[in-house]
């Protein structure tokens, strides 16, 4: 069983920004141009531009200079499928999917700091999962921030599924214990826990959610089966220094790359990828439930350079 199905368009849509920006800026840039050191150049601000990182496009552009050098390749429109290729080679063929409990509940923590669009991301994944025909059970753990509940207490309501909250300033702890319990009464297809963000380097916060994962270990075999880091696309790099303090605290599973449609710089997927070594597992692409989709590495990279133009051969 796998959860979320994908579809292109959305992904479409969502990565327009970047395919606008990136994908047919860069086609413009090399069209009739014969690769040199100067073009190349101009492609690697293209990839930093775009959020790839500097460490990621300095290989791939050292294997274009190479593969230049080499009569490989002379035209600027034959380093388009090269550059696909070189990228989408960092996932070599893996489509990294949500883990699915072999006994439900599946359990799915959330974690993020404030601002990053978390508790959204988290009704969207509700929304989507019951759109398919999952059961499942909210678990309003940042009990310290009263608008991140009420949030979550509307979406539970509009989307007819269980909400388990505590009182304001309440133990988390305690409410994800309530919430195991009763996604295991109710055989829910899936427990979502959403946490309390404030800052990633706040020690308080992240003792919280090593108790929290703790409670879920005790509870429910093999819990939590994700631990989903949900960052903002539009934040850039500073995504990853929030990834890896989350990653030491609570082994972080998976990446909910959020707002993918309000940004130009969808690169940061790859940056991702090669800094961390953590897979992003769902994009945001819009505020649709269908716009939350499961991350495909080839389609990704595609729909990151845009539609190559069709040629007219009429004449």
Known sequence: MRFFKRTIEAVRRGLSRTANAFGDGLRSLLSGRQLDDELIDEIEARLIGADVGVRTTSEIVEEL??????????????????????????????????AVA????????????NGVGKTTSVAKIAQSLRQEGRSVVLAAADTFRAGAVEQLAIWADRLGVDLVRGAAGADPAAVVFDAADSALSRKADVLLVDTAGRLHVDAGLMRQLVKIREVLERKIPGA??????????????????????????????GIFL?????TARGGIVVAIRDSLNVPVKLIGVGERPEDVQPFDPDAFIDEMFGVEPAVDRSS
């Open 224 to 253: 939590p089966h994700e631990v989903l880091l949900v960052l903002d696309a539009t934040s850039g790099q500073n995504a990853l220094a929030q990834a890896k303090n989350f990653g030491e605290a609570v082994g972080v599973t």
């Open 102 to 113: 072999d006994t439900a509940p599946t359990v799915v923590l959330v974690v993020g700091v």
């Open 258 to 262: 959020a707002k993918l449609d309000g």
């Open 65 to 98: 200079r190479v593969a230049v050098r080499s009569g490989e390749l002379e035209r600027g429109e034959d380093a388009i499928d090269f550059l696909k290729n070189r990228l989408k080679r960092r996932w070599d063929g893996e489509s990294p999917g949500i």
